[in-house]
């Protein structure tokens, strides 16, 4: 008999957290656990969680009211084991909402495996994350690495509008990393381009062929391409 846990899988965007929250699901399930997945504002739409890899799946939509020790509670009480529960997205829990789910690990024996992003597009944590690494039990991050456009790890998460990052606006603006060219998307960056706001067009701007020359640009002076 194990110890139930909380665990928190964090990463930037795009390094494939909503697959592996579907796999983590799959896996248990084939072995007959009792799962339960939520999540909160997917890009793909409400009660969703989409991989980019194609997987969807249907998962209970978080809302400010949702309270996860009586959706554990509630659904025991109608004969259902309830092992464990998925939270995709759950940089958008509120902190309460986390104290909850530690408290469903600790007190009614549930594993949680949440995954999220850590921090916002200005580099904060996100106060549902921020309750996650106070509290979890593990905090792993992803295997699979994000890469920034210069070759190595991303690591933050920028916000941009045509290719330019901004610092700017709400916390929460639901978007995608490949987003049209007029909209409001997101790109990885490694940290030292996302405090120099170098995204990659800005970096093509800079210096129109830096991979033809296996440079990084001038305007970067630095780590060279792929040097991940
Ligand atoms: N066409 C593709 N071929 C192979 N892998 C892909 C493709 N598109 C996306 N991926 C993988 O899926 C990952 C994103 O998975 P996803 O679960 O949607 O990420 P997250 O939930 O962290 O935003 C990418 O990092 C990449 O590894
Ligand atoms: C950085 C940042 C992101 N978001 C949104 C954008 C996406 O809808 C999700 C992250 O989804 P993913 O599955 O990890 O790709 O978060 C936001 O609202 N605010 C931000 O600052």
Redesign the pocket.
């Given at each position: 008999m194990t110890v139930a846990e909380l665990v928190f899988f964090s990463?930037?965007?795009?390094?494939?957290?909503?697959?592996?929250?579907?796999q983590m699901h799959h896996n248990h399930a084939a072995r007959g656990r009792d799962g339960v997945l939520f999540t909160r504002h997917d890009r793909a739409g409400t009660a969703t969680i989409?991989?980019?890899?194609g997987l969807t799946q249907r998962a209970h939509e978080v809302g400010d009211d949702t309270d996860f020790w009586s959706e554990v509670i509630t659904r025991r009480t109608h004969g259902r084991a309830v092992d464990y529960l998925v939270g995709?997205e759950a940089q958008f829990y509120t902190a309460e909402q986390v104290e909850q789910l530690a408290r469903v690990v600790d007190e009614l024996a549930v594993d949680v495996y949440a995954?999220g992003?850590s921090t916002d597009f200005r580099a904060r944590l996100f106060p549902g994350s921020a309750r996650l690494v106070e509290l979890a039990d593990r905090v792993e991050v992803?295997q699979?690495r994000?890469l920034c456009w210069c070759g190595a790890r991303a690591t933050h998460n920028a916000r941009t509008v045509g290719g330019t990052m901004v610092v700017e606006g709400a916390q929460v603006v639901v978007g995608d990393?490949a987003a049209g060219a007029d909209e409001v998307g997101y790109e990885v960056l490694c940290r030292r381009h996302h405090m120099r706001r170098m995204t990659a067009a800005a970096a093509r701007a800079a210096s129109p062929s830096p991979q033809t020359l296996g440079l990084a640009p001038a305007a970067d002076q630095g780590r060279l391409p792929l040097d991940a």
């Open positions: 990463g930037t965007m795009d390094c494939g957290k909503s697959t592996l929250a579907l989409s991989s980019r890899l995709d995954f992003i992803l699979v994000a990393v």
